[in-house]
């Protein structure tokens, strides 16, 4: 059995085997030996590994944010900003950031200044600048989201306020 979600899985000569690929991992399992994934769990955990911690894509109220790529000195995501809603005003005491649209309109707020962005257009957030996205539009934003700094860490969030209620 193969389970693919995004990539092409090509396989030869292979039996008796269970082979699933999502946007985090790819299990490649004896049939009949599935129930001791959780003991490969149990060693992902015990070594610390992100992968049990966090998946790629991230749901929330506003959308969907997936990472991209992730190392020490910066980080790219994609970000999807449902119809009419935003992502809360908020800072980074340690990275900037470029907002880089895709898909749709974008009303950004950097600091005191409001301003539309559209498809193929981007603006800059420099660190400890309050900042927010939102889609006035009808159809999904979509912004690829590019971190640079000392630490890129989803820590180095401070919520200055949250229609969400997460603050």
């Known amino acids: 059995m193969v ?3 995004k990539r092409l899985i090509a396989t030869v000569d292979l039996k ?3 082979i699933v690929e999502t946007d985090d991992a790819v299990l490649i399992a004896k049939r009949g030996s599935v129930q001791k994934v959780k003991h490969v769990v149990e060693e992902l955990k015990r070594k610390k590994r992100i ?3 966090e998946h790629r894509t991230a749901y929330r109220p506003w959308g969907e944010c997936t990472i991209l790529e992730d190392n020490p000195e910066y980080k790219i995501k ?3 900003v449902k119809p009419g809603a935003s992502i809360d005003l908020h800072i980074h005491h340690h990275c900037s950031k470029h907002w880089i649209v895709v898909k749709g309109t974008a009303k950004v707020t950097i600091g005191n200044k409001v301003m539309h962005i559209h498809e193929n257009e981007s603006v800059y957030v420099p660190k400890s600048t309050p900042h927010r996205l939102e889609n006035p539009g009808e159809i999904p934003l979509e912004v690829i989201d590019v971190q640079n700094g000392e630490y890129v ?3 180095d969030i401070i919520r200055l306020d ?3 209620g997460r603050i």
């Open 3 to 5: 389970i693919g979600n």
């Open 16 to 18: 008796d085997l269970i």
């Open 51 to 53: 992968e049990v911690f």
């Open 78 to 80: 994609r970000i999807v």
């Open 153 to 155: 860490g989803e820590d």
């Open 162 to 164: 949250d229609e969400y």
